[in-house]
């Protein structure tokens, strides 16, 4: 099962500035994947219809609990 979260860019126009595009990262993904403020990425464009995100340091997986015996 493949789980999506649809979203919309978003522009923000300041005067006498080009206008920015932002792409806001819904918080369930970032909680499921440890994404955390001030983390580094980079898109990776694969062709006109699909980007990958790419966390640049990839942190070590903690465990929430220890393991039962």
């Known amino acids: 099962m493949q789980t999506t979260y649809p979203l919309r860019?978003?522009?923000?126009r300041s005067k006498g500035q080009?206008?920015?595009?932002?792409?806001?990262?819904?918080?369930?993904l970032a909680?499921?994947?440890g994404l955390e403020p001030g983390d580094e990425v980079q898109w990776e464009l694969l062709?006109?219809?699909?980007?990958h995100l790419v966390r640049l340091k990839t942190p070590l997986?903690?465990?929430?609990?220890?393991?039962r015996k």
């Not at 080009?18 to 819904?26: D, G, I, Q």
């Open 47 to 51: 062709d006109r219809g699909e980007l």
């Open 9 to 12: 860019i978003q522009a923000i």
């Open 31 to 33: 909680a499921a994947i």
């Open 61 to 67: 997986a903690t465990a929430k609990a220890k393991a």
């Open 18 to 28: 080009n206008p920015r595009l932002y792409v806001s990262f819904p918080l369930a």
